[in-house]
């Protein structure tokens, strides 16, 4: 399959200005009528194309006058027009096959509903039409369906009209009045309970909110409709934007690739991103529906009212919404706990992707299959992109550069430079250098070492302690660089900003001046904060404290995780042990104790055995922070999480999967057995007054007492705690401590626990898809050795369907990519058992498999009996006959 190039864009040579689309709904054959008003934009160079998959064109006429289908439609199933006046009606009737619509793109059937999902290329195998973003069309939509199937028919903007029809058949018309790319279109029918709200903008529109679900469950749809109108009234107070229709619908469906859609005024949404309560979902999951009503929310400006010119701009809308709606849950619940969050999927996701074989910039410059781009480098990586700007340039004149960017390209396609273009102006900022962050592919790392000077300006040693007497200063040396990667192997200096502070013995900010400013401080940094501009390869900053200091002073870097770098800096563990208890910026202090902890991990994993080669100081300080209980509890839950073994891995430039687990397993016994007590008493402290509540305060006491109880569960030859733990499991008023309980007892009980546990589990929830997605993923990601057959067991159990893609991401996802001492285990059983599955998945959802093959993205990382054995699993996929161009492009790179 070739490859689509950005350097090949060409505007439109016609679009389409309006489209009257009627639907005759059948699961077999429904048949799809369309208007197209077209209209000639240049001189055209005929034929023209119109995109069409899996289409069969019934009838054609172009301005009332019939045309043979079978002449205009080509090899590749486009509809061909020889010629066309300037102005011309194009009328085609289309026949499609909901029910045999595997690959859950176009309309298919979820559960007997009918669903589209038209982003990026879906509307192509509903209707002959120009698919690309840059072709804006208002939509008028009528659907016909059996009323007693389909009582529910929806589609986007505002209904106009709705009848009764003969033969037990009815129909609503559906007008959206703002033009817009064919992936906004939606549609749904079926059998839908709704859960209805209001909401009044600040300028008085009252807009319906309308929340579908399936027959029964719409008492799950109050956290997800809470979090929609604190979306809409958030965009308004933060961004001063407001919803521009008197109707918005949200509806939840069974079988989804991704997350959800933004189409216009009618959200289509994963049910496991809707469906929630306290009975069958976690505080997580709550914290993550929220975020994800807002992200697709947000969308309605930044995505829809402004769209993309083409899918090369997908970070336009994506990283810029992703942005958005980090900052919402940091506006609603702990701002450091979320960035730490996301600093953490950042490292898991988007720096693997860097480094790996798929690498490309968060403005990619080639695809093959657009849906593979969908990826944590354009979604988290361009957030990141916007995060930045947002640190150089400071709330107010961000805003400012986000109102003339809405403002200038209000009912258009744009790009990713118009967006800079906009920031920069309305804040005079220089960003030229900056926007490399769009072209350039690769994590950069950045070095930082420092010394103090003596007044005399002679250099003094760097080591930590020595005094800086009145006038000296310290000099702090930071350069930068990035490696070379898959795609791209040369690299040019980023401007990278750094926010710091200079902590004094006591972990306070000094308060200095900058000698040779780089730039100027932004007006929203910290008293003593300092914001730096890298731009060079290698750079030197002076700072002058206004007194003398005792101690040389600590610089605290990147603090809040200002740039997605990987930072190389001259702390030892005695820097990291006292930052991560007193460094002021609760980002850094998190990111203090996962850097010593992978020190000490990575020293553990390279001992004979790791078990004997506890490191005791470590340890020791963990239990710092443990005794801390001053320490927000949001923040102690994620403090008290040891980085995960594939970041871990990441760290090494050989992984040695064994010597990892074995030496993180260790370190969690041992701070289990250190300090039991501790743990225990936290366990018993924390527990939050019941009723249970929902709310971010309570939710962080479950987090932090979870956290105890999962470091507990690791001593299990304790009958105590076993007890405990059985008990957290039995008494479990909400599914956040059940399931955290389970996790234990199934990562590390004994085998008659285990087994109790996980029955019970199975038969409380039977038949609640989503929660057995859980108990299928807490086996999947099981540290045993027979993780494996386990998951081989289950793919037969009737909880499991192959053509769900929540049902794969929670057995076969959490194994391939959650596991990775089973995973990668020498024997490659894991490997082939990944092989086979994505094969099975290819012919059924192409998506699903593209993505579940990229576990293999990494296998040159691994000892040489791996790489050999991941390789023949790659090739084993690529060289299937009538493999899907998805799953050949992943598997293709990965191979090269
Ligand atoms: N825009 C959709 C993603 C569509 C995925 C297409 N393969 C959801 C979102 O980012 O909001
Ligand atoms: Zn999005």
Redesign the pocket.
């Known amino acids: 399959p070739a490859a689509i190039r950005r350097a090949d864009y060409r505007p439109p040579t016609f679009t389409v200005d309006a489209i009257r689309l009627e639907f005759d709904l059948d699961p077999a054959e429904t048949i799809v009528t369309a208007e197209l008003s077209l209209r000639c934009l240049t001189e055209t160079a005929f034929p023209l194309h119109l995109d069409g998959e899996d289409l069969t064109l019934l009838e054609l006429s172009l301005d009332g006058t019939a045309l043979d289908p079978a002449q205009h439609v080509d090899g590749a199933g486009r509809l061909v027009l020889h010629e066309l006046p300037p102005r011309a009606v194009l009328r085609t009737r289309c026949r499609i096959a909901p029910e045999a619509n595997s690959r859950l ?1 176009g309309l298919y059937l979820s559960n007997g509903i009918f669903c589209t ?1 038209c ?2 290329q879906g509307f192509r195998r509903i209707t002959f039409f120009p698919d690309r973003p840059d072709v804006l069309a208002t939509y008028d939509v009528t659907v016909r369906a059996d009323a007693g199937s389909c009582p529910v028919l929806l589609s986007n903007g505002n209904c106009v009209d709705r009848q009764s029809l003969p033969d037990g058949r009815h129909m609503a018309r559906w007008q959206d009045p703002f033009p817009k790319p064919s992936y906004l279109f939606a549609l749904v029918a079926g059998r839908l309970d709704r859960l209805a709200d209001t909401f009044t903008t600040r300028s008085g529109r009252q807009v319906d909110l309308h929340l579908y679900v399936e027959p029964g469950q719409a008492a799950r749809a109050h956290c997800a409709m809470a979090a929609l109108k604190q979306s809409m009234a958030w965009d308004e107070a933060r961004f001063g934007l407001e919803y521009d229709l008197d109707i918005f619908n949200i509806v939840a469906v069974a079988d989804f ?6 189409n216009k005024s009618l959200n289509i949404f994963n049910a496991k991103y809707i469906l929630a309560d306290e009975a069958t979902a976690t505080d997580t999951d709550m914290e993550l529906i929220e975020g ?1 009503v807002a ?2 929310y947000f ?1 309605n400006w930044t ?1 829809n009212r402004v769209t993309c010119r083409d899918w090369f701009q997908l970070s336009l ?2 990283g810029l ?2 942005f958005r709606d980090q900052e919402f849950t940091a506006d609603h619940r702990s701002r450091a706990v979320k960035r730490i969050r996301d600093v953490r999927t950042l490292r898991a996701r988007q720096f693997p992707e860097d480094a790996g074989p798929l690498s490309h910039p968060v403005r990619p410059d080639t695809y093959v299959e ?2 593979n781009f ?1 990826t944590a480098t354009v ?1 988290e990586k361009g957030a990141e992109v916007i995060r930045m700007i947002h640190t150089i340039l400071g709330e107010a004149r961000f805003q400012a550069g986000m109102r003339l960017y809405l403002g200038r390209h209000d009912g258009q396609a744009a790009t990713c430079e118009d967006f800079v273009a906009a920031m920069e102006e309305a804040s005079g900022c220089d960003l030229v250098q900056f926007r490399r962050w769009y072209s350039q592919s690769g994590t950069p790392r950045v070095t930082a070492q420092w010394h103090v000077e003596g007044p005399a300006s002679g250099a003094g040693p760097g080591a930590g302690g020595q005094a800086l007497p009145d006038g000296g200063c310290l000099v702090l040396t930071l350069s930068q660089d990035t490696p070379p990667t898959a795609d791209q192997a040369e690299k040019v200096p980023l401007d990278i900003p750094i926010r710091l502070a200079l902590l004094d013995g006591e972990g306070r900010p000094i308060a200095a001046w900058l000698e040779e400013a780089a730039d100027a401080a932004p007006d929203r940094s910290a008293p003593g904060e300092h914001l730096l501009r890298l731009t060079g390869p290698r750079q030197r900053f002076r700072f002058r404290p206004a007194e003398a200091q005792e101690h040389a002073p600590l610089p605290s870097l990147n603090c809040g995780f200002s740039a997605p770098v990987i930072l190389h800096a001259d702390y030892g563990d005695a820097d990291d042990a006292f930052l991560m208890v007193r460094d002021p910026d609760a980002v850094n202090r998190w990111e203090a104790g996962q850097r010593y902890a992978t020190r000490v991990l990575l020293r553990m994993a390279a001992a004979e055995d790791p078990a004997m080669a506890v490191d005791g100081r470590y340890v020791d300080a963990f239990g710092g922070l443990l005794r801390d209980e001053a320490m927000d509890p949001s923040f102690a839950a994620v403090a008290m999480v040891l980085p995960e073994e594939g970041y871990l891995a990441d760290q090494m430039a050989v992984v040695d999967v064994d010597g990892l687990h074995a030496a993180r397993e260790a370190m969690l016994r041992a701070i289990a057995l250190a300090h039991r007590n501790v743990l225990l008493g936290m366990h018993a402290r924390l527990q939050p007054a019941r009723p249970y509540r929902a709310d971010a305060d309570q939710a962080a006491l479950r987090a932090q007492r979870n956290a105890a109880l999962a470091l507990l569960g690791l001593l299990t030859e304790d009958a105590e705690v076993q007890r405990l733990v059985m008990a957290h499991y039995r008494d479990a008023d909400n599914m956040t401590d059940r399931l955290a309980a389970l996790t234990v007892l199934a990562h590390h009980g004994q085998e008659a626990a285990r087994n109790l546990a996980l029955a019970d589990f199975e038969e409380r929830y039977r038949g609640e898809a989503l929660v057995l997605d859980k108990w299928l993923a807490v086996q999947a990601q099981a540290p045993r050795r027979d993780a494996l057959a386990t998951v081989r067991r289950l793919l037969d159990h009737p909880a499991f369907r192959l053509s769900n893609p929540n049902r794969v991401y929670a057995l076969i996802g959490a194994f391939a990519m959650r596991n990775q001492w089973r995973f990668h285990a020498a024997d490659g059983g894991g490997y082939a058992f990944l092989a086979e599955q994505v094969k099975k998945l290819d012919g059924l959802n192409r ?1 699903v498999a593209a993505r579940m093959a990229g576990a293999f993205g990494r296998w040159q990382r691994y000892d040489g009996p791996r790489q050999n054995l991941m390789r023949a699993a790659l090739e084993s996929i690529r060289d299937m006959p009538g493999l899907s161009r998805d799953t050949f492009e992943i598997v293709n790179k990965s191979l090269e």
Do not use: C, L
């Open positions: 793109t999902q982003e990026a690739n991704s997350g959800a859609m933004e994800v992200h697709e969308h995505g809308k994506e919404t992703v657009i849906n969908y979604y998506q």
